[in-house]
Structures are given as structure tokens and as C-alpha cells.
């Protein structure tokens, strides 16, 4: 009986939540300088953007240039921002670089339920270790951590190399904030979608 009684208001919740999240992940996209821009200039901002993400990266976690460059391809997201409401909700374009050329622009959206720690931006890097991963990726007209592919997030050690389970796994992440690598993290759930069929003509590379 009581299952009965609840069951509607919890429809009602959620769809509340979901009603919520997409407020805020329109908040977020709609509030940024990059509404004003040019599609060059757009591609050319997350470019630079990513330049500098992956040389925080390999500050913060030395180890990570070698994986870079040994991969089949790496997609960098320099700006996640997050909304902080009852449902969460994270926006944020990226690039997807192939052999050091740009392959093409994404974008990549999150939402959580329950309390939220605060609106932040962070930056997220999926590393391709194997051909397979990338062109599973690549061929996919809407890729979902933990759905398409597991995702292992890698967190560094007291001596600054990585967790040897997680570098077997074929593609494998980075979270980081202006802290530096965030910890106990997951990325499941998140969602990729390629936003720019022109993204493979402009200029960039992996440094």
C-alpha cells in the first residue's frame, strides 16, 4: 500500500530533477563569453584552452606525457563547469586530437542528484590507449562513460606514478581542478557528442 502512495510523488521528483538539470545545463552554456564567438574563433579558444590543460597535466602528473604520447588519441575538455542545484549538472566542450592533428570538437554533459558541493570547473582528459577504443569511439553517434566504454580515472600514488590496474584498462582519464588531480572520482554516466564536423581542419596540435 505504501508503494502505491509514494510511487507518483517520486515520478513527480525526478521528473522535477531532470526538469532541473536541464535549467541549469542551459545556464551554463548560455552564460559564457563563448556565445559572442565565431565558429574559428570558438575552435580556437578550446584549443588554446586544451594546450594549456595538458601542460597542467603533465605539471601535476609527470608520468602522463609518455601515456599521451603512446596513445591512439586524446580528448581534452579544458573547461567543465558545474551547477550546483538539487540536481547537478556539468557542461563543457573539448577536443578530440588523433596523431597530434585536431579529429574533431565535442561536447560533454553530466548530472547527479542529491546535494552538490558547489558551482566549479574543472578539466577532464580521456586518453585512448587502443585503436579499438578510439574507433569505437569515433564511429559512435553519442558515447556514454561506463555505458560504451569503462573509464578508469587515474589517481597518482605517494610516489607520483599511477595505479598499474588502472593503466591496463584501455581508455583511461584525468580530472583535474587548479588543485590538481582530484581523487576518488568517477566518470560514469558521462556523455560525449561531437558538435563540429569541421573540427579536423583546424589547426592545433598535441604537444
Known amino acids: 500500500m ?6 507518483k510523488p517520486r515520478r513527480m521528483l525526478i521528473a522535477i530533477s531532470v526538469a532541473t ?14 556565445e559572442q564567438q565565431t565558429g574559428v574563433e570558438r575552435r580556437d579558444d578550446i584549443n588554446s584552452r ?5 601542460e597542467r597535466l603533465y605539471e601535476v602528473a609527470p608520468h602522463s606525457r609518455e601515456l599521451v604520447s603512446q596513445a591512439k588519441g586524446v580528448l581534452i575538455f579544458p573547461k ?16 578530440l586530437r588523433v596523431g597530434g592533428q585536431n579529429q574533431g570538437y565535442y561536447s560533454t554533459s553530466s548530472g547527479s542528484f542529491g546535494l552538490q ?7 577532464i582528459i580521456l586518453v585512448f590507449k587502443t585503436q579499438e577504443a578510439l574507433d569505437h569511439f569515433q564511429r559512435s553517434k553519442g558515447w556514454t562513460a561506463g555505458v560504451d566504454a569503462t573509464v578508469a580515472v587515474a589517481n597518482l600514488s605517494a ?12 581508455v583511461v582519464g584525468f580530472v583535474m581542478t587548479n588543485a590538481g588531480l582530484m581523487a576518488g572520482v568517477s566518470l ?20
Open 2 to 7: 505504501s508503494i502505491k502512495m509514494t510511487a
Open 21 to 34: 538539470a536541464a535549467l541549469a545545463m542551459t545556464a551554463c552554456t548560455t552564460t559564457l563569453p563563448r
Open 50 to 54: 586544451a594546450d594549456a590543460a595538458l
Open 80 to 95: 567543465v563547469l558545474g551547477a550546483s542545484l538539487v540536481v547537478g549538472a556539468e557542461h563543457g566542450d573539448g577536443v
Open 117 to 123: 558541493a558547489g558551482a566549479q570547473s574543472k578539466a
Open 159 to 170: 610516489t607520483g606514478s599511477f595505479d598499474t590496474r588502472t593503466m591496463r584498462e584501455p
Open 188 to 207: 560514469e554516466g558521462t556523455k560525449i557528442n561531437r558538435i563540429d564536423d569541421r573540427g579536423a581542419a583546424a589547426s592545433g596540435a598535441v604537444k
